[in-house]
């Protein structure tokens, strides 16, 4: 059964993709989820962003991997200090083209 949806709630604008295998898990993919998840909070974007978990996204030796999307970026051994950059270079405003107003 579907669940409903709220006017109020806004869809998510991107969604992380986080592997969940072993092998990036050992390799820090636990701390980077943590990490994540109280990044969005301190950036009070629960709402604007959407964490699903995968199995292998096959890029196992370079370990911990998540994609975002929309754009299908793709990021490997993420330190959870590269977090804020990355959030930020994906929830950024979109600039306007030169000429335009």
Same mark, same amino acid.
């Given at each position: 059964?579907?669940?409903?949806?709220?006017?109020?709630?806004?869809?998510?604008? !991107?969604? =992380?993709?986080?592997?969940?295998?072993? &092998?990036? #898990?050992?390799?820090?993919?636990?701390? !980077?989820?943590?990490?994540?998840?109280?990044? !969005?909070?301190?950036?009070?974007?629960?709402? #604007?962003?959407? =964490?699903?978990?995968?199995?292998?996204?096959?890029?196992?030796?370079?370990?911990?991997?998540?994609?975002?999307?929309? &754009?299908?970026?793709?990021?490997?051994?993420?330190?959870?200090?590269?977090?804020?950059? =990355? !959030?930020?270079?994906?929830?950024?405003?979109?600039?306007?083209?030169?000429?335009?107003?």
């Amino acid at each position: 059964m579907p669940q409903p949806t709220h006017p109020s709630t806004p869809a998510p604008t !991107l969604k =992380i993709q986080v592997c969940r295998k072993s &092998g990036c #898990q050992k390799r820090g993919g636990q701390q !980077l989820l943590v990490a994540l998840e109280q990044a !969005l909070r301190d950036r009070n974007l629960q709402t #604007q962003v959407e =964490i699903q978990y995968t199995g292998c996204q096959k890029h196992c030796s370079d370990a911990p991997t998540f994609t975002v999307s929309p &754009g299908h970026h793709r990021y490997s051994r993420v330190q959870p200090s590269r977090l804020p950059a =990355i !959030l930020d270079r994906h929830l950024a405003a979109p600039r306007p083209s030169p000429g335009t107003v």
